[in-house]
């Protein structure tokens, strides 16, 4: 199979290594901002078609896209990626304490064909002080991920429980997207 992942996200370059080391990379164009959804897992489907569509539109007919794109939902409430400082400190606070739904979305597209899915789950994070907040966002680490945390880094400190698979929080469902890579390659004919 020949890869394309339409993602700049190194933390989606590492989980597809796990399962494939043979990919290539080429961000998508598209103004996420325009795209819109009912509802927060909605979103993150949508994210991923729009993406994956618009670089397997520039590919090769037997090339693979996969799209994908990750949305932390508070309550129905979408938390992106902050803004400054400010935001950050605004999207941990209202995680403190509480039980949230990260929903990836992933979109397999191969000429004009396509197949997506989301997968969810849900983390509940401990209850969090102003000074492990300042602490967090004093590292850097929240400004380049949806809910101003990454689970696989300085935020494990502040993770209870998960309740789901913890790839697909990271941004890839890597088993689940293994499956669906291997099905839709056989399924999909090459254009």
């Not at 796990?18 to 795209?35: G, N």
């Not at 509802?39 to 520039?58: C, G, I, S, T, Y």
């Not at 950050?88 to 929903?103: I, N």
């Amino acid at each position: 199979m020949k890869i394309v992942l339409a993602s700049q996200s190194p933390r989606r370059r590492q989980l597809l290594a796990l399962i494939t080391p043979q990919f290539r990379v080429q961000v998508s164009q598209v103004d996420e901002h325009k795209i819109q959804a009912p509802d927060p897992a909605a979103l993150a489907r949508a994210l991923a078609e729009a993406k994956a569509r618009a670089v397997a539109a520039q590919c090769a007919p037997d090339e693979i896209v996969i799209g994908s794109d990750t949305v932390v939902d508070c309550d129905g409430q979408v938390l992106g990626k902050p803004a400054d400082a400010a935001d950050a400190a605004r999207m941990l606070r209202l995680l403190s304490g509480r039980t949230h739904l990260v929903h990836t979305g992933v979109c397999l597209a191969r000429g004009g064909q396509s197949e997506s899915f989301v997968h969810t789950s849900q983390v509940e994070f401990y209850p969090l002080n102003e000074e492990e907040i300042a602490a967090y966002i004093a590292t850097g680490e929240p400004f380049d991920k949806a809910g101003a945390y990454g689970i696989q880094g300085g935020a494990a400190l502040f993770c209870k429980e998960i309740r789901g698979d913890f790839f697909s929080i990271m941004g890839l469902p890597v088993s689940l997207l293994a499956r669906h890579l291997r099905a839709f390659a056989t399924t999909c004919p090459k254009n």
